[in-house]
C-alpha cells in the first residue's frame, strides 16, 4: 500500500516547513526546503518526527 497522495499535498516539514518529497523505494520522506532532513516511513506511516529524522552528513542508525 503507497502513502494517500491527499496525504502528501499538506505534509511539511517539521523542522523548517519547507516542500517533502516521497521516495517510495527508500521508503523515505525527504525535505526540499533548507534544512534537506530525511524522515522513515514506517508500515505506510510516515514518521514525522525531527527527533526520527536522518540529518545531513550523518549515517542512518
Do not use: F
Not at 502528501?8 to 521508503?27: D, F, S, T
Not at 525527504?30 to 534537506?36: A, H, K, L, P, S
Amino acid at each position: 500500500m503507497a502513502l494517500d497522495s491527499k496525504l502528501l499535498e499538506i505534509l511539511a516539514c517539521p523542522n523548517c516547513h519547507g516542500e517533502v518529497e516521497y521516495k517510495e523505494a527508500e521508503q523515505i520522506i525527504e525535505c526540499r526546503g533548507e534544512c534537506r532532513y530525511r524522515y522513515p516511513v514506517r508500515d505506510d506511516i510516515p514518521v514525522m518526527l525531527i527527533e526520527e529524522a536522518e540529518k545531513p552528513g550523518t549515517a542512518p542508525a
